[in-house]
Each structure stands twice: as structure tokens, then as C-alpha cells.
């Protein structure tokens, strides 16, 4: 019997090391990722102005696995009910899967958006940033398209960056719905608002974007809006290998007859009919009720009798959450929503948990002494 862990995100990594605890020890594990290393991609924004800080957000697979072989390959399809993966030269079959793909950039097909706008999604996309950014003059106009958890944290990081010079450049996060991170709790989207104009960013809300050229974004209301530096983080989609949009599934994370997903691969309707937010936390938490499934499925077939088995459900049941806007930060935990160092501390304490849990010790010291140089 062969399980295969399609990912090494957040949620792949998470199941992987929950199914080498748990799998019977005659069963095969692989690990399939295009990279060598996990990236700690809630952070990635950080690189931007801490190019230092990519060494610590990457992390070799071989010191997260135990008994998984990794298998180093870029997956360019999946048939989720047959159990067959496609690469571009080879295939492989399994007989439990668990799809934890992530997903890529949506740029929704609007004209010269994919050609002119950087995404934000990987170091390379950070990397690229700051050189851009750069080249943005002292009095230049940077637009951030889409004020979800990442555009909201990348326009901080760039109007933090900006500060450092004479005449900072103007950073405008445009957003198409009424409020800032729409996706997330009202209170909480407000504080994140006043944060936002608090270091510096303009927000324009209701702004939908139509397409861009060379030099200007283009609105609806057909506002053309000169920029020197334009990010895109407006959406996101299926991965290559799902062939366009993000799979619904329900609560048991069933994708196929032999496959589960997690994270941000699917879109999940949780337990109480509600859809889950794709963040790394929501990525973590249904990657043990994924990996939970798969090993029931495991027993299930291995036995070769009885009822098919019953699945552990995902109910999306927020512990709370936590952006950093620049220098500042804002947490919503419990109902309560923090700001400043008490928000601060959340962040470092969740961040370098993480790390530590992963076993990346070094890392979450790092991490938390860049935070204390700010
Ligand atoms: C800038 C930024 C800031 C964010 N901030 C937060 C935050 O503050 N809080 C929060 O909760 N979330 C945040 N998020 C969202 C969070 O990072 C994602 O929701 C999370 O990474 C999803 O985890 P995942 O495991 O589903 O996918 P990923 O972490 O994207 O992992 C997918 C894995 O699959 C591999 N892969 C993809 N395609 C292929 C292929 N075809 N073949 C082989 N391998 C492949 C990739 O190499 C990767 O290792 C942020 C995201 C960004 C970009």
C-alpha cells in the first residue's frame, strides 16, 4: 500500500508528519514537492524589507520528514478518483492521496494585469519587489491591487520600506470590495483600516480594477490611475495540476475515490455549511482531518471488509488572527481586537511557534530577534 502527500505547504508537510505517526508501518510514504524546502509563506512580505530573513523561511524537507521519501517532481495533473499522478515525463499511482497543492495567483483574464503587475506568492515574487521598488522614484506612486491578508501586508511592508527615504513614495492598496480584508471579521477589518493609514498606506475601497498598461492601472469607473510600481494580489486559483478553479469539497475533505485535499488547493465548506478562509491556519488544522481520513481509508482497504468508514469532519473554528502592517499589527483574538505590542507579541509568539513546532529552532530565534531589532 502507497500513500502519497502531493505538497510540502503548510497542509502537506502538517499531513505528512501526522501519517508518519499514524500509518501502519508497512505502508510506503511519499512526499512530492517541486522544491527541496517548505516555505513559510505567511512571512514571505517580510523579505521584502529583511532580504536576510528568506534563509529562515525556508526549510529543507529532509529535516521535516522521518520516514517519508521525498520525490522532487513538478505535478502537471491528477486524476483524484483513479489515484494517478502526472508529471511531465512520468506518472505514478497511489493508493491514498492527499492533494495539498496550494494554490496559484488568479488574475481573472483582465487585460495587461498578468503582464504588468508583480504577484505575491514566493521569495522570487519577493525579491522582485523590493528591486522594483527600488526603481519606484522619491515621489512615485506603488498601487497594491487586492487588500486580502497578503496585499495588506505587503503595501505595510512597502510603506515601511519607503520611510527610509527623503521623499517616500505614495502606497495605495485598492480594493474592490467596501471594506479591507473582506474575507475576515468586520471589527477586525476596520482596525486594519486605521493601521493601514497609520503607517502610511492610502486605502481606496470599492476601486475595482479592469486591466492595466506600462503606466497606468485602470478602474471601472475608468479611472486611469499612473503607477510606477504595481503588485497584484487580488485572488487566488487552482493550482496547474486542477486545471483551473479551487475544487469544492465538503467537510471530510474528500476529493476522490483515493484522494483528500487540505489547504489551499480546495475550497472547503466546513461542518456547518460555512467556507473556510484560505490562510496557513485554516491549511494546518484541516491537514490533520485530512490526514485522520486518509489513515481510516488506509485501515479500510487493508482490511478489505466491513462498511466504508466513517470521516472526521472540518469545522472551521478560528483561533483568531494576526497581520503585521509594516511596523505596526493587528490581532483579533477572541473578540477582542489588539493593536501595537500586545498585537506584536502574537505575531512573534504564533510565527516562531510555528517554526518551532516544525522543529526549525534556529529559525524562530531569528525570527523573533528581527522582530525585536524593528
Ligand atoms: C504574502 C502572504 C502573506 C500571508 N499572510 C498570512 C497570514 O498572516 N496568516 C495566514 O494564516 N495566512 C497567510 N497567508 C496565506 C497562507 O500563506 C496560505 O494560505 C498557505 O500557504 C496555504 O498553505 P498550503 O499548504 O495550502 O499551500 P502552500 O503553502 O502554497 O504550499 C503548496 C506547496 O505545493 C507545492 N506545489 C505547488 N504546485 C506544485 C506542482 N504543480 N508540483 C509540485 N509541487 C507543487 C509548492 O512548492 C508548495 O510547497 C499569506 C500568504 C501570502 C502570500
Known amino acids: 500500500m502507497h500513500v502519497a502527500v502531493l505538497g510540502a505547504g503548510y497542509a502537506g508537510v502538517g499531513a505528512v508528519r501526522e501519517l508518519e505517526d499514524r500509518l501502519p508501518e508497512d505502508v510506503d510514504l511519499t512526499l512530492i514537492d517541486e522544491r527541496e524546502t517548505h516555505l513559510v509563506q505567511h512571512l ?38 483513479a489515484g494517478e499522478i502526472e508529471f511531465a515525463n512520468s506518472s505514478f499511482s497511489y493508493d491514498v492521496g492527499v492533494l495539498c497543492l ?16 508583480t504577484p505575491l506568492k514566493r521569495l522570487e515574487h519577493a525579491e522582485r519587489i523590493r528591486e522594483e521598488f527600488e526603481r519606484v522614484p522619491d515621489d512615485g506612486r506603488v498601487f497594491v491591487c487586492g487588500a486580502g491578508l ?26 474592490q470590495k467596501d471594506r479591507v480584508a ?15 493609514e497609520s503607517q502610511g498606506v492610502t486605502v481606496r475601497t470599492g476601486a475595482t480594477v479592469t486591466g492595466a498598461d506600462g503606466d ?53 465548506v466546513d461542518a456547518d455549511g460555512e467556507r473556510a478562509p484560505a490562510s496557513a491556519q ?30 472526521e469532519r472540518y469545522r472551521h473554528d478560528s483561533l483568531g488572527w494576526v497581520v503585521s502592517v509594516g511596523d505596526g499589527t493587528v490581532a483579533r483574538v477572541g473578540g477582542s481586537v489588539l493593536r501595537g505590542s500586545a498585537a506584536r507579541a502574537v505575531k512573534t509568539t504564533v510565527a516562531a511557534g510555528y517554526l518551532g513546532q ?12 528581527e522582530q525585536f531589532d524593528h
Not at 471579521?185 to 476596520?190: D, I, S
Not at 516544525?358 to 530577534?369: D, H, I, T
Open 44 to 81: 514571505v512580505h517580510r523579505v521584502v524589507r529583511e532580504p536576510d530573513l528568506a534563509d529562515e523561511l525556508t526549510i529543507p524537507l529532509s529535516e521535516l520528514t522521518d520516514r517519508a521519501t521525498h520525490r522532487q517532481a513538478h505535478v502537471t495533473g491528477l486524476d483524484p478518483d
Open 150 to 175: 497578503s496585499g495588506i501586508q505587503i503595501a505595510g511592508e512597502l510603506a515601511a520600506l519607503g520611510r527610509d527615504r527623503e521623499t517616500p513614495p505614495a502606497v495605495v492598496l485598492l480594493e
Open 182 to 196: 473582506p474575507a475576515f471579521p468586520e471589527a477586525f477589518g476596520r482596525a486594519v483600516a486605521d493601521e493601514l
Open 216 to 268: 497606468a492601472v485602470e478602474l471601472e469607473s475608468g479611472e486611469d490611475l499612473a503607477y510606477d510600481q504595481l503588485l497584484w494580489t487580488g485572488g487566488i486559483t487552482g493550482g496547474e495540476a486542477m486545471v483551473g478553479e479551487r475544487p469544492s469539497v465538503q467537510s471530510n475533505l474528500r476529493l476522490g475515490e483515493r484522494t483528500f485535499a487540505a489547504g489551499d488547493a480546495v475550497s472547503v
Open 102 to 117: 496550494g494554490a496559484r495567483t488568479a488574475f481573472f483574464g483582465l487585460p495587461g494585469i498578468e503582464e504588468h503587475a
Open 358 to 369: 516544525l522543529g526549525a529552532v534556529e529559525s524562530a530565534a531569528a525570527y523573533v530577534r
Open 282 to 311: 485554516t491549511a494546518v488544522r484541516q491537514a490533520d482531518v485530512a490526514a485522520t481520513n486518509a489513515v481510516r481509508l488506509v485501515d479500510y482497504r487493508q482490511d478489505g471488509s466491513g462498511f466504508e468508514p466513517r470521516y
